[in-house]
T-cell receptor, first 114, second 113 residues
């Protein structure tokens, strides 16, 4: 069966510090991968998605970047965090080419920038 | 602009009652999905309804889709305290094959025991 992991679960970082959040998927090959951010009490904002290694699409201009160095690994990064980067970050995957686009989510990372 | 808008934003009911949540969207879709999120957790897929379907059932869940009104509803029957969570609709657009979903802002459901 497929599983998706995210770490760390929680993170407190000072303004101006770098960020690296990691997401890995097990039990499937060639997945679509997604990074979302969720503000408190709000819906999900799609940040990045990837259809293959090294292929990243950015949905909104911001202080973050994403990379996909391996088929089932998706990394969210920042060189210098801003207060506005605080939020709940969710990674998700879906089956490449499937018409349903049903997505499977990881447990999330709670990021607080102080 | 937001593709999915949900109504109500918050809903509080007693255990055993039915809960109805609504979702409206703006552009043509391939399918519409409903997800559930327990506090502080990731989202879990509940049910998917395709654009050529009008109603779908899964256990205590019933989803309807009206493409002429660009709206969907999620009904949870005989609610339980464990149904307390946020519920999100998400649409897969009809054009393009990006695998992207557009999520609504969600409805927060509280079921009181």
């Amino acid at each position: 069966s497929q599983t998706i992991h995210q770490w760390p679960a929680t993170l407190v970082q000072p303004v101006g510090s770098p960020l690296s959040l990691e997401c890995t998927v097990e039990g499937t090959s060639n997945p679509n991968l997604y990074w979302y951010r969720q503000a408190a009490g709000r819906g999900l904002q799609l940040l990045f998605y990837s259809v293959g290694i090294g292929q990243i699409s950015s949905e909104v201009p911001q202080n973050l970047s994403a990379s996909r160095p391996q088929d089932r690994q998706f990394i969210l990064s920042s060189k210098k965090l801003l207060l506005s980067d605080s939020g709940f970050y969710l990674c998700a995957w879906s089956v490449l080419g499937a018409s349903s686009y049903e997505q499977y989510f990881g447990p999330g990372t709670r990021l607080t920038v102080t | 602009s937001q593709q999915g808008e949900e109504d109500p934003q918050a809903l509080s009911i007693q255990e055993g009652e039915n809960a109805t949540m609504n979702c409206s969207y703006k552009t043509s879709i391939n399918n519409l999905q409903w997800y559930r999120q327990n506090s502080g957790r990731g989202l879990v897929h509940l049910i998917l309804i395709r654009s050529n379907e009008r109603e779908k059932h899964s256990g205590r869940l019933r989803v309807t889709l009206d493409t002429s009104k660009k709206s969907s509803s999620l009904l949870i029957t005989a609610s339980r305290a464990a149904d307390t969570a946020s519920y999100f609709c998400a649409t897969a657009l009809a054009s393009g094959n990006t695998g992207k979903l557009i999520f609504g802002q969600g409805t927060t459901l509280q079921v009181k025991p």
